[in-house]
Structures are given as C-alpha cells and as structure tokens.
C-alpha cells in the first residue's frame, strides 16, 4: 500500500519560529511537491523536487525553503513563521519521468501560527 | 503562467448526471488530471488525459479538447458519497513533471 506520511497532523507555532514540516514516502518516487490549501483557492504549489537535492519554486515560494536530502524525505521550511502562513499543508509525491503518473498525497498538516 | 478555471460550486440530486468543466491555460501543457477530496481528506487520483477524447472509469469519465484548452469531469449515477470538491489540475513540464491545480468545484449531492 502507497504511503505518503506526514509528520505532524496539527501543529501551533508562534509568530517568528522555524518551523520544519516533514514529508516521507516509501515508494521510490522521484517527484515530491508542498501544497497549502485554503479556502477557495485550492491547493497551490509552494516548491517541487524531481530529484534529490533538486528543487524548483513553485506558485507562491516567498517565506518557505526546502529540502531534499533522502529522496523518500522532503521538508517544508518557514523560516519566520507568519500568521499569514496559517493553512493546511498538503505533500505529495509522484513518479518522475516525461509521462505523467498520479500524485499520492499526505493527509496533511494543519498548521497554525498565532 | 499556468492556470486552470473551474466552477466553484455544483449541486444535483442522486441518480443525475453532473459535469464539471475546466479550462486551462499552461505553458507546457502536458496533460489533464482529476483529483478528488472529501472534507477532511487528501486529495485522490480520479483520471488523466493526455490526448483529446474521452476516458472512462465506471460512474466517471473525463474529456479533453487540447485546441480548446478546454476538459471536464462526468459524474454519472450520482450518489450521496460523491459529495465532495474536485480539482482539475495539469501537468507542466520544467525540470521534471509539476501538478497545478485549479481552486476546486465543490459538488453538493441531495436525495
């Protein structure tokens, strides 16, 4: 069975904090993707990875970095956590290559920043 | 850029037909994939086109016209459970193969 695990479920941060988000998959897949999802603006591509150690920015980057050290582990980083970054965050992971294959994802981390 | 445009809400009774339409306007296009989530959940794999035409899964079918930038989701034989957002999203080739999603059509079914 597919497994994309998130670390946390619900997490609260203060303002200003680093917060690490961690992302596992244990099906060999080259791609892995952070998405946060809020109401009414569907899922929007934070940063994706095709590799390890390979990273590219997606939609909205500003105020999050990445890692790809492992290629089944990706991590989300909020270098000085804002309230505006309060949201679900959603990973994801998918097979690398030129043909497409389907996105598993996490169930996600609800992330709150007070 | 890439965006996607989809309805944002769609509602019918079990039994009817619904179909969600998205159009779309990518760089890159590479494909057309529809994903499913219910509340509280992680989005799920529903279908893929990558060429124009009609695919078919059971209750679900998914259409795609690349001259029109233009596809959408069939929901056939409603039911109660099929309540749920979908989200077209495309596949964008730079440097390996990102998924952009559209903002989600939440379908509402009645009995």
């Known amino acids: 069975d597919v497994k994309v695990t998130q670390s946390s479920r619900y997490l609260v941060k203060r303002t200003g904090e680093k917060v690490f988000l961690e992302c596992v998959q244990d099906m060999d897949h080259e791609n892995m993707f952070w998405y946060r999802q809020d109401p009414g603006l569907g899922l929007r591509l934070i940063y994706f990875s095709y590799d390890v150690k390979m990273k590219e920015k997606g939609d909205i980057p500003e105020g999050y970095s990445v890692s790809r050290e492992k290629k089944e582990r990706f991590s989300l980083i909020l270098e000085s956590a804002s309230t505006n970054q309060t949201s679900m965050y959603l990973c994801?992971?998918?097979?690398?290559?030129?043909?497409?294959?389907?996105?598993?994802f996490g169930q996600g981390t609800r992330l709150t920043v007070v | 850029g890439q965006s996607l445009e989809q309805p944002s809400e769609v509602t019918a009774v079990e039994g009817a037909i619904v179909q969600i339409n998205c159009t779309y306007q990518?760089?890159?296009?590479?494909?057309l994939s529809w994903y499913q989530q219910h509340d509280g959940g992680a989005p799920t794999f529903l279908s893929y086109n990558a060429l124009d035409g009609l695919e078919e899964t059971g209750r679900f079918s998914s259409f795609l016209s690349r001259s029109d930038s233009y596809g959408y989701l069939l929901l056939q034989e409603l039911q109660m459970k099929d309540s749920a957002s979908y989200f077209c999203?495309?596949?964008?080739?730079?440097?390996?193969?990102?998924?952009?999603f559209g903002k989600g059509t939440t379908l509402s079914v009645s009995s």
């Open positions: 994801a992971s998918s097979l690398g290559g030129q043909r497409h294959t389907e996105a598993f």
């Open positions: 999203a495309s596949s964008w080739r730079q440097a390996g193969t990102a998924l952009i």
């Open positions: 990518t760089s890159g296009f590479y494909g």
